[in-house]
């Protein structure tokens, strides 16, 4: 188990597409990830202090994205039940905002979250991991120019320095006359209309963090030169410069948690389609690699020569939260992060929502007990399903915000208890 | 007509059985209090409609609806009562409105302001009462109107003098909830309850709902003098509004989302297959909207019109593609196979893969945009998908028939793909094809509509039994309803539509009379209170 520092706990909550090929997911005897075509091979990477990144990894199989299997989101809308435990009919937050605003654990950060996505800003169910209460998702960063500019600003000379200060007073005349207008709005809404407007206060309250004097809590990074991403978007051509992207957007995240910019984040990663990362592997990922996978299953060998190319799409994604731990490494933050990695589906074939590939990475506080495999999946045909409820609510505790639910569901069964094997 | 009319208003949920293969029904009408009334409601205006606000209160077009983080959609349609403002929205449109301000009070102070500023504060006073009431759409209170003057003060101070106060007041006007939220509220009442909008908020509702825009100085007019709580007072404005071209954004925006074609300028196709496409698209859409505005100014915006008019809008480079002897608004184009909406390219384009076609997406939208019956999703039913995969000599329609033929697709794509094969006479990006795969295409299908087998030697054929079909002109005035209403609710669905049904024949095929129909009537300014 890896004791925390005593610095705040940040999380991260990751989407990695396409499920997994299950056969090359499982790690081999003695937590080895290392094995030919295994898709957690990047986590064999070294780490500070003579360790590796999979010492601060808890690889589980077996969950299930079980409040959107009841309802029928599922396939690629079930990426919102990831954090929220939730379907398409659930009101309430996902977990990065329901710890961070709800909770309260972001007020003291110049960011209380930081929405990050891949090659896509739409606001439909299958794009967004992060949602208000209300079910409003929470619009996403693309483009790691902006990210940098809203973390970090301008240089500032003398003169700009004034003028900042001149615009920041201006800013909150405006914010002030907003927000009494939006309260006399409010005084006089009737209650169906209210919870709507109160997400309006919030977004009021990040206008305000944004009109405050930042006291300086670490070294600029070089900001990202758009001319290496002239486009952004999948299906327009943004896909050639998604490497550049990821990588940008990752290491501007694991700064800005270094720093205490933000503790709560998410982070929504694009897949192969179009990008040309892998010669070996067909243009088309979702058409191609994962809608073609076999596994193995009690009723069938499966079809090895499918498990590969998609073993290969997962590892690449997982590299890149291997990325996101190394630089968080060599911050001296790791082992105060906690990382959920999921997807929204398992087999991508079947665009089933069960038996989602799950990691824990990031020393969690030292709550959970890491470098370890946890198997907790039965037959997929059957068995009773494992809710990725129970993993909410353990990360709530974890953050120490005493929950026993988390999510919606028609079944309380399906929303309660916390997922004891996580610790051990 | 009416009786068949009838007939199928009767069959709005409508129940199809197919094995595996239900299509969803809608919930049946409430004969409660209030039934067919709109929900009293607080919506944020979508991106678009913000968009249209901002340049009616600067007075000059700032493209700022893209730059907002997308709107959430509800059936496709960016208009309606999920929108709100999350952190990440806030702050954007808190960016962007500072910066136009800045750019407008900078390049044109003296055409925002009723006054020379000179006068000092009575400039000053008449400029806050003016943008105020004209950004909070009514009358504005002491209280706030005092507020304003004391911001304008602020901003006025130092070096950025009168501009500086202007400034100040814009900026808190465009960033206010009384403008970002169209209220249809009425007194207050409790849930269940009926209630009647008040004078300015039937002015917005009137206003947006055809136009997406505030309303004008007339409409207000009409408010102040109490015209607009009659059914001939509101019918009155919005025969007026119709006659404005700026209506005609509305009709374009809607056919744009209703046809999912609004996000094509995103979109790409494989450049080694199809390298026109890149500088065809701004082409394919310019068509579209082209072809829209003809149809509802000439034709009253009429299904059948629509789909079927045998005319295209197009530039001359659209007439090229299209091998077209002529350019302009209406060139003949049936003999080319362009009967509508449904054989132009941008259609195509939007509905097909970047390097191939797509019976499936074609089929799946005939059935879900144009007659309304949706289909489950096939991981509701956990089925396993596998996509068909290019053969070489193997053309589009025989991969989808091998795929079709597993017996846990079949029920649905039996009814999905030959929709989808009347359109196989054009490529993805819209281009007439004789060939597929080296081989001769065939793009005549049996399909089954709601149990009824009919045959479609094309994809015009297709659009010639739409034109006339009654339950494709009654999910063709949903779709509108849900878009012009900015809700999507079966009962006042049901309540435009009976409306509708009450026009004399000649006029029940325009929508724009079915609209000025619903504005006209009792619905119109009532709303039902909703549970908390």
Same mark, same amino acid.
């Given at each position: 188990m890896s004791p925390g520092s005593g610095l705040p706990l940040r999380f991260v909550g990751v989407y990695t597409p396409h499920g997994s090929a299950r056969e090359l997911f499982r790690p081999g005897p003695g937590f080895d990830l290392g094995y030919e075509d295994a898709s957690l091979a990047p986590f064999e990477a070294p780490a500070r202090g003579g360790k590796r990144l999979k010492d601060y990894l808890l690889v589980i199989d077996g969950v299930d994205l079980a409040a959107g299997i009841q309802v029928g989101t599922v396939g690629h809308d079930a990426a919102r039940v990831i954090l929220t435990g939730s379907g398409a009919d659930g009101k309430n937050a996902?977990?990065?905002? %329901?710890?961070?605003?709800?909770?309260?654990?972001?007020?003291?950060?110049?960011?209380?979250?930081?929405?990050?996505?891949?090659?896509s800003d739409d606001a439909g169910l299958g794009f967004n991991l992060s949602y208000s209460r209300g079910g409003t998702p929470v619009p996403k960063v693309i483009d790691p120019a902006a990210l940098f500019d809203e973390l970090f600003g301008v240089p500032l000379t003398a003169a700009s320095r004034r003028q900042l200060a001149e615009e920041r007073r201006r800013g909150r005349s405006v914010l002030d006359f907003v927000r009494a207008d939006l309260a006399r709005l409010s005084a006089r809404a009737p209650g169906f209309a209210r919870e709507r407007l109160e997400l309006h206060h919030t977004s009021l309250r990040e206008i305000e963090k944004r009109l405050s004097p930042r006291s300086? &809590?670490?070294?600029?990074?070089?900001?990202?030169?758009?001319?290496?991403?002239?486009?952004?978007?999948?299906?327009?051509?943004?896909?050639?410069?998604?490497?550049?992207?990821?990588?940008?957007? +990752?290491?501007?995240?694991?700064?800005?948690?270094?720093?205490?910019?933000?503790?709560f984040s998410t982070l929504f990663l694009s897949d192969l389609t179009l990008t040309r990362t892998y010669p070996e592997l067909p243009n088309d990922i979702h058409s191609d690699v994962a809608h073609r996978y076999r596994p193995r299953t009690g009723r069938s060998p499966g079809d090895p020569a499918t498990w590969?190319?998609?073993?290969?799409?997962?590892?690449?994604?997982?590299?890149?939260?291997?990325?996101?731990?190394?630089?968080?490494?060599?911050?001296?933050?790791?082992?105060?992060c906690l990382l959920y990695v999921s997807s929204?589906?398992?087999?991508? !074939? &079947? /665009? =089933?929502?069960?038996?989602?590939?799950?990691?824990?990475?990031?020393? =969690?506080?030292?709550?959970?007990?890491? @470098?370890?495999?946890?198997?907790?999946? *039965?037959?997929? $045909?059957g068995s009773e399903l494992l809710p990725n409820n129970r993993i909410l609510v353990s990360i709530c505790q974890a953050f120490g915000v005493p929950v026993q639910r988390f999510g919606h569901s028609a079944d309380p069964a399906t929303v309660t208890g916390a997922l004891a094997a996580l610790s051990g | 007509m009416s009786a068949a009319f009838v007939a199928t208003l009767g069959a709005f949920c409508f129940a199809f059985a197919a094995a595996g293969c239900a299509p969803s029904s809608g919930p049946a009408a409430s004969a409660a209090h209030g039934e067919g009334l709109l929900p009293a409601r607080v919506r944020r205006l979508s991106n678009v409609e913000y968009e249209r606000t901002l340049e009616a209160l600067l007075g000059k077009a700032v493209p700022v609806a893209r730059a907002l983080p997308p709107d959430v959609r509800q059936d496709g349609y960016t208009r309606n009562a999920a929108q709100a403002v999350p952190p990440g929205y806030g702050t954007r449109l808190s960016a962007l409105v500072r910066d136009a301000v800045a750019s407008a009070v900078g390049e044109r102070l003296e055409e925002l302001l009723p006054c020379h500023p000179r006068s000092g504060d009575a400039c000053r006073d008449a400029f806050v009462a003016d943008a105020a009431f004209r950004a909070f759409r009514r009358p504005v209170g002491a209280s706030e109107k005092a507020a304003l003057e004391r911001l304008f003060d602020a901003g006025a101070r130092g070096e950025a003098g009168f501009r500086g106060g202007v400034e100040l007041v814009l900026r808190a006007l465009l960033e206010s909830p009384s403008l970002l939220y169209l209220r249809e509220l009425g007194p207050a009442a409790p849930p269940g309850g009926v209630v009647t909008l008040g004078p300015y908020q039937v002015a917005s509702s009137l206003s947006y709902f055809l136009r997406g825009a505030p309303?004008?100085?007339?409409?207000?007019? !009409?408010?102040?003098?109490?015209?607009?709580?009659?059914?001939?007072?509101?019918?009155?404005?919005?025969?007026?509004?119709? @006659? /404005?071209?700026?209506?005609?954004?509305? %009709?374009?925006?809607?056919?744009?989302?209703?046809?999912?074609?609004?996000?094509?300028?995103?979109?790409?196709?494989?450049?080694?297959?199809?390298?026109?496409?890149?500088?065809? &698209?701004? /082409?394919?859409l310019a068509e579209t909207r082209a072809?829209?505005?003809?149809?509802?100014?000439?034709?009253?915006?009429?299904?059948?019109?629509?789909?079927?008019?045998?005319?295209?809008?197009?530039?001359?480079?659209?007439?090229?593609?299209?091998?077209?002897?002529?350019?302009?608004?209406?060139?003949?184009?049936?003999?080319?196979?362009?009967?509508g909406l449904l054989q132009q390219a941008s259609f195509l384009s939007a509905h097909a893969h970047p390097d191939m076609?797509?019976?499936?997406?074609?089929?799946?939208?005939?059935?879900?945009?144009?007659?309304?019956?949706?289909?489950?999703?096939? !991981? $509701?039913?956990?089925?396993?998908? +596998?996509?068909?995969?290019?053969? !070489?000599?193997?053309?589009? &329609?025989?991969?989808?028939?091998?795929?079709?033929?597993?017996? =846990?697709?079949?029920?649905?794509?039996?009814?999905?793909?030959?929709?989808?094969?009347?359109?196989? *006479?054009?490529?993805?990006m819209g281009k007439t094809r004789a060939i597929d795969a080296g081989k001769p295409l065939r793009t005549a299908a049996d399909v089954a509509i709601r149990g009824e087998r009919r045959y479609f030697a094309d994809s015009a054929a297709l659009s010639a039994f739409l034109a006339r079909n009654v339950e494709a002109k009654q999910c063709y005035l949903r779709q509108a309803f849900r878009f012009f209403s900015a809700q999507t609710d079966a009962d006042a669905e049901r309540a435009f539509l009976e409306v509708v049904l009450a026009l004399p024949d000649e006029r029940r095929d325009n929508l724009l009379e079915a609209l000025v129909a619903y504005v006209k009537s009792d619905l119109f300014a009532r709303r039902k209170v909703p549970a908390p």
């Open positions: 996902s977990i990065d905002q %329901f710890l961070a605003v709800e909770s309260g654990l972001g007020a003291e950060t110049p960011h209380t979250t930081l929405t990050l996505a891949v090659g300086r &809590r670490c070294e600029r990074p070089e900001r990202p030169d758009p001319a290496r991403f002239p486009k952004l978007r999948s299906f327009a051509g943004g896909e050639r410069y998604f490497e550049t992207v990821t990588d940008s957007l +990752v290491d501007l995240l694991a700064r800005a948690l270094a720093c205490d910019l933000t503790r590969r190319p998609l073993a290969l799409q997962n590892r690449h994604s997982y590299g890149k939260v291997a990325r996101l731990m190394q630089r968080l490494d060599e911050a001296g933050v790791l082992a105060d929204d589906m398992g087999d991508p !074939a &079947r /665009h =089933s929502s069960r038996n989602v590939p799950t990691l824990i990475c990031g020393g =969690s506080g030292g709550r959970f007990k890491l @470098g370890r495999y946890l198997d907790l999946g *039965g037959p997929e $045909e | 309303p004008d100085a007339e409409l207000y007019a !009409a408010a102040r003098r109490g015209e607009l709580s009659t059914g001939e007072g509101r019918e009155r404005q919005a025969r007026r509004l119709l @006659g /404005h071209s700026g209506t005609r954004h509305q %009709f374009r925006q809607f056919v744009m989302e209703w046809l999912e074609i609004d996000a094509l300028d995103q979109a790409a196709k494989s450049e080694t297959l199809f390298p026109e496409f890149e500088r065809l &698209r701004p /082409h394919m072809f829209v505005d003809e149809v509802m100014v000439n034709e009253g915006a009429s299904l059948a019109s629509l789909v079927d008019a045998g005319f295209a809008a197009v530039d001359p480079a659209m007439a090229r593609f299209y091998a077209l002897d002529a350019y302009g608004a209406r060139v003949p184009a049936r003999d080319r196979g362009r009967a076609t797509s019976p499936v997406k074609r089929g799946d939208f005939v059935l879900r945009r144009m007659l309304c019956i949706e289909l489950p999703r096939p !991981a $509701e039913l956990d089925i396993e998908i +596998v996509m068909p995969r290019p053969l !070489a000599r193997q053309t589009a &329609r025989e991969r989808f028939i091998a795929h079709s033929a597993d017996p =846990s697709c079949r029920s649905c794509h039996a009814l999905i793909d030959p929709l989808g094969y009347v359109f196989e *006479g054009f490529d993805a």
